[in-house]
């Protein structure tokens, strides 16, 4: 008799063999539901660990890495996340970020005006409060202009925070940003910044300024021992100072002001024009009437644009379309490239 194993003819379903302990199922791309997650907000990060405040609960700081399901999904400073594992907090306990919620705001950057690769530096901020010195070092509008572009563009708040008035008067400074309805808080390098208090309790606040305008001097202020806070939401930095990335800490009386040292420029490179027109409502509709690829700065850079049409009718005043135009040209990179050298 024919041996069945060389007669493929007379094989049926019954000959094929199985491999023990394999499954005929196709593998499930579902991913893990995670129902026992607790909802936390990112407040540090050091060395591919994060450390999160669940529920917003200073007093409850958890380490946690990034789960292998999330890949490479970047996790940033006040992004909201979902963390399983061991989420008591205790001393060399790690949990996992198994979901990154999505962000209701953004502050982004460039390393320059030329690179592509933009950079969130903190999300889910309300305020983005731009630190500036009315004396010692002088105020530099170029960056105020350029921090205004980021947050208009990154769905912040912007609060502008003049220190030193006991050294200059804030008048000149105040009247080139009155047409920006722009929040100003004036405070002495000697005082009490009670009414920044008032602005920041109950929100998360995001800082910048450059570098000797007070800006620490507010930190330590608003938030009583703030090195050791920023020692403790470090999770894992074994006693190695954090001040090189951007970091939140909790107010007393509620809300998060995010400290960024690490910021030294903001490029604009992954902001359009329109981007920036959003923020000035009387001039939205308008701006679609414009040629394609207008920048809207006006004669000679672009002679067709509508928006002057606005102001000859009456619908807008010259103060709002001068004001900004000069934010566009900060983002097309003619203003001043010396008033955005480092911050911090």
Not at 222 to 235: E, F, K, N, T
Request: aromatic share 4%; proline share 6%.
């Amino acid at each position: 008799m024919a041996s069945r194993r060389g007669d493929w003819s007379r094989l049926d379903e019954t000959d094929v063999r199985v491999r023990p302990g394999k499954g005929t199922r196709p593998r499930s791309k579902r991913r893990p539901e995670h129902a026992d997650a607790v909802t936390a907000m990112v407040v540090g990060k050091d060395r591919g660990r994060w450390t999160c405040a669940v529920d917003r609960d200073p007093t409850h700081l958890v380490v946690a890495m990034r789960a292998r399901e999330l890949g490479r999904t970047p996790v940033v400073i006040g992004d909201q996340v979902d963390i399983v594992g061991d989420t008591s907090g205790d001393a060399d306990t790690l949990a996992r970020i198994v979901r990154v919620a999505d962000r209701t705001s953004v502050l982004r950057r460039t390393a320059d005006d030329t690179d592509a690769f933009e950079r969130v530096v903190v999300a889910n901020a309300e305020q983005l409060l731009i630190v500036c010195a009315l004396a010692d070092p002088p105020p530099r509008t170029g960056f105020i202009d350029r921090c205004l572009v980021a947050a208009f563009a990154g769905g912040l708040t912007p609060i502008l925070c003049l220190t030193k008035a006991d050294l200059a008067d804030p008048a000149d400074l105040l009247a080139a940003y009155a047409e920006l309805d722009l929040p100003v808080v004036v405070n002495r390098h000697d005082a009490e910044p009670q009414e920044l208090r008032e602005r920041l309790t109950d929100r998360v606040s995001a800082l910048v300024g450059h570098s000797g305008v007070g800006k620490s001097t507010l930190v330590n202020r608003l938030v009583p021992d703030a090195y050791r806070a920023i020692g403790a939401v470090s999770g894992v930095g074994k006693g190695r100072h954090t001040s090189t990335s951007a970091v939140a800490l909790p107010l007393p009386a509620g809300g998060w002001v995010v400290d960024t040292p690490g910021i030294r420029s903001f490029g604009l490179a992954h902001i359009k024009p329109n981007d920036i027109v959003a923020a000035f409502e009387e001039f939205v509709a308008p701006a679609e009437e414009c040629p394609s690829g207008c920048g809207h700065l006006g004669a000679p850079e672009d002679p067709g644009c509508y928006l002057d049409s606005v102001v000859q009718e009456g619908q807008a005043t010259p103060g709002r379309l001068a004001s900004l135009r000069r934010l566009l040209s900060s983002k097309a990179g003619v203003d001043d490239h010396t008033d955005r050298e480092q911050s911090g």
